[in-house]
């Protein structure tokens, strides 16, 4: 199979939904994932070991892996994480390899791409800066107590659970080197995508890396904008689809949309949510792509139609 140069921004699940997407649409895929995460598996590693935060590269390098009987064992190896309290509980196997790798290997893109080929991934996986990131977030009501006052809340994990309204997120440090090869992935990629993903903790970031958003605004890719099932989260109270737009075109002014991909269940209006798109330079598309059992998650097959169709039409609506 081929298909276009596909460069895929994100973390978490968000990202590995899409990524999941995407393997049925193109062979030329380079995600490119956020590096704060400061909880779990992966904060216990980055806090003892000083490495890069390994779990969203770990799941973005399963969502990657072959289609058989191989690739589907060793991504389960990947995703197995320990149980108990003892030191190994809480732990993904995955996590402990790549930071096995990455003590063997001074390039941490050279660990990552030993893991790609164990599991015969389509694609590869890269980190969106060479050093591990905070993220630091000014909140509105974060103290229930306290509803007009803003607060300061750093930490990924922190950010992504705080009752409040975020007003502006921001990374430490604040002009953190990004790897070449995200650079050029985005520079020569045909389209790139963003989303779908957790809005302050794992998309907006890469907006946020200086060498990232000087690509993605001089790049000669398309841009899609992959809009979540679930508008309003514990870090989007308020938002609704039109809100997202807005806090996109506050974040980075100078990169423009080409497509922004939104399930019917999130617009509220459409003429109006198309309008909001028009003024990133953005055509909206509308396909149904959630779980018809489980709403508020991505259908990789449903996603995958939705994305062949924006992709291979050049990101104009049929």
């Known amino acids: 199979m081929s298909g276009p140069v596909v460069a895929a921004l994100g973390g978490g699940h968000g990202l590995s939904a899409s990524l999941a997407a995407l393997r049925f649409v193109t062979d030329e895929i380079t995600a490119i994932v956020t590096v704060a995460d400061n909880g779990g598996s992966s904060g216990r590693l980055r806090g003892e070991f000083g490495v890069l935060p390994p779990g969203d590269?770990?799941?973005?390098?399963?969502?990657?892996?072959?289609?058989?009987?191989?690739?589907h064992t060793w991504r389960d190896v990947l995703q197995h994480r320990f149980?108990?309290?003892?030191?190994?509980?809480?732990?993904?196997?995955?996590?402990?390899?790549?930071?096995?790798?990455?003590?063997?290997?001074d390039d941490p893109v050279a660990g990552l791409e030993l893991v790609g080929r164990l599991l015969n991934a389509r694609g590869r996986v890269l980190p969106m800066a060479a050093v591990p990131l905070d993220i630091e977030a000014d909140v509105l009501g974060a103290r229930p107590e306290s509803p007009y006052e803003l607060s300061v809340v750093r930490g990924q994990a922190q950010v992504?659970?705080?009752?409040?309204?975020?007003?502006?997120?921001?990374?430490l440090p604040p002009d953190p080197p990004a790897y070449p090869e995200s650079v050029a992935a985005i520079r020569s990629a045909d389209?790139?995508?963003?989303?779908?993903?957790?809005?302050?903790?794992?998309?907006?970031p890469h907006l946020l890396v200086p060498d990232l958003a000087?690509?993605?605004?001089?790049?000669?890719?398309?841009?899609?904008l992959v809009l979540n099932l679930e508008m309003?989260?514990?870090?989007?109270?308020?938002?609704?689809?039109?809100?997202?737009?807005q806090s996109f075109a506050a974040y980075a002014p100078e990169i423009q949309l080409d497509a922004v991909l939104a399930d019917p269940s999130v617009v509220d209006d459409e003429s109006a949510l198309a309008e909001a798109c028009r003024e990133v330079g953005a055509e909206l598309h509308v396909h149904p792509v959630g779980m018809s059992t489980s709403p508020t998650q991505h259908d990789r097959l449903r996603l995958a139609a939705a994305l062949q169709d924006i992709l291979g039409s050049g990101g104009r609506p049929r």
């Open 57 to 71: 590269l770990r799941m973005a390098l399963s969502a990657l892996c072959e289609e058989t009987e191989w690739g």
């Open 83 to 105: 149980e108990g309290t003892g030191p190994l509980g809480g732990h993904a196997l995955g996590n402990l390899l790549i930071v096995a790798l990455w003590e063997l290997h």
């Open 160 to 171: 992504a659970k705080t009752r409040g309204q975020v007003r502006e997120v921001r990374l």
């Open 191 to 204: 389209w790139v995508v963003l989303g779908p993903g957790s809005w302050f903790t794992s998309v907006m």
């Open 214 to 224: 000087e690509a993605l605004a001089v790049t000669r890719a398309k841009r899609l």
């Open 232 to 245: 309003v989260t514990t870090e989007t109270a308020g938002f609704s689809a039109i809100h997202h737009l």
